[in-house]
């Protein structure tokens, strides 16, 4: 009776826009949450996603204080600094998608590997996504759930022990399927075959997986020529065509992949829609992607798994960086003791150009400097910016979104150590999880 009087106030809540009501759904048992969701109608679910997202909001901008404040404390620089609160917001979010559609959610290891945080996302998350043998290794014994690996070619020399790890093997040609599959069999894992979709929406060619004559997942004139000799071996099948985008792009990715591979999805255990989802930004349209998977896997009678990275740890760490030294050259140039080659090399490599807390863009604050890194590289410079007040040595700066493909990323160029790792735990306390030595450097040389 208690709980069911819980359920019949949150409903009330949600009528009402309380905003406390998301915080109630998300401390709710599972049976619970699924009878709050039983009990709304359209329009109910949709306030609900709106509360979500709203009381979500208000956390990160309540977060920024705490980073700013931690910044201008005595933290050792450069550190990594990562909020596990925020972390477990935006898994609160995933597993909200997962209760209203019943789609399995993976984490995608190429774009966050801490596994010091991994407790608070084994609670709502079903496993992980690895792409070769570490990763898959790290995801069994870290991870704990299900290890689903894709490589674009397995090594006869590794083969065996990924299957060792994995639940799952993603192929990415028949080839491939053909040499390894009967391994996998016998080893008890699923079995699934990565396909080019047709469509794609990437800005980057770079980034993009299905770029012309690109070498990830089988086309469909090679499918349709090989898939029917081998799909007695193949239980699910897997495309990846997103980098940080919203559902509307794999609305569009779905019409062509359907158009395509449609026929051949019924009688599959599972489709895998890749990864690039930005679920937990906050414009992401969360009830389209709701939809899309709703309407897939009642079409098709097959399991949906997505496999977000960044979406994970999507605004949850920052990198904080301390100022070495001011140089003029025509221009006001701070160096900084972190680097964008060797510790944010997205920077040089997209390229983009990170946030800083309380900066602007050159020109729009009283005081422009361009920020530069301590390495020997002409080109370590992370770009311009402006502020209130003039940079001078010991001030620290906070880089925004740093917990993504950075600490996965970085390297010990020019032998600059790597920056700590930090997380503020849940209670409040930061731990120092990582300090990285020479030795660091040195077992990295021959």
Request: charged share 25%.
């Amino acid at each position: 009776m208690a709980v069911d009087r819980k359920i019949e106030e949150m409903i009330q809540a949600i009528a009402a826009k309380d905003i406390d009501a998301a915080g109630a759904y998300h401390r709710l048992p599972g049976e619970a949450r699924r009878k709050v969701l039983e009990a709304l109608d359209g329009k109910g679910l949709r306030s609900l996603t709106r509360l979500i997202k709203n009381a979500k909001k208000q956390r990160f901008a309540a977060a920024d204080k705490r980073f700013l404040e931690i910044a201008d404390g005595d933290i050792a620089t450069p550190v990594y600094l990562i909020d596990e609160t925020l972390i477990e917001e935006n898994m609160r979010v995933m597993r909200y998608v997962k209760d209203r559609t019943g789609c399995r959610i993976l984490h995608a290891l190429k774009a966050y590997a801490s596994f010091s945080t991994f407790p608070v996302m084994r609670k709502y998350l079903d496993g992980v996504c690895a792409s070769g043998l570490n990763e898959a290794r790290l995801g069994y014994e870290e991870f704990g759930k299900e290890v689903h690996t894709f490589a674009v070619a397995y090594n006869e020399k590794e083969v065996g022990r990924i299957l060792k790890y994995s639940d799952v093997i993603i192929f990415n040609s028949f080839y491939q399927l053909r040499q390894y599959g009967p391994m996998a069999k016998k080893e008890g894992l699923e079995i699934g075959l990565r396909v080019n979709p047709g469509h794609s929406e990437v800005a980057t060619e770079m980034y993009n997986p299905c770029a012309p004559n690109s070498r990830l997942g089988v086309v469909y004139s090679a499918f349709k020529e090989e898939f029917p000799a081998s799909k007695e071996w193949v239980d699910g099948i897997h495309f990846h065509a997103m980098c940080e985008q919203n559902s509307d792009v794999l609305e569009r990715i779905l019409r062509s992949f359907e158009k395509l591979y449609g026929q051949y999805i019924r009688g599959s255990k599972w489709v895998n829609f890749g990864g690039g989802h930005h679920v937990t930004r906050n414009d992401y349209d969360i009830e389209r992607l709701i939809r899309l998977i709703n309407t897939f896997k009642k079409r098709y009678g097959v399991q949906v798994y997505l496999e977000p990275g960044e979406a994970s740890v999507l605004n949850a760490g920052v990198l904080i960086s301390t100022i070495l030294d001011v140089v003029k050259n025509k221009i006001e140039i701070a160096i900084m003791d972190a680097s964008a080659e060797a510790h944010m090399p997205d920077v040089l490599l997209m390229p983009y150009k990170p946030h800083i807390k309380g900066s602007a863009p050159p020109g729009k604050k009283r005081y422009t400097y361009s920020l530069g890194g301590p390495s020997c590289l002409a080109g370590d410079v992370v770009g311009g910016y402006s502020f209130d007040r003039p940079l001078k040595k010991g001030d620290k700066l906070v880089f925004a979104d740093m917990a993504l493909y950075s600490i996965v990323k970085n390297t010990t160029f020019n032998g600059i150590g790597l920056p700590d790792i930090a997380v503020i735990r849940s209670s409040g306390e930061i731990e120092l999880v990582k300090r990285f030595g020479y030795r660091e450097y040195r077992d990295r040389q021959s």
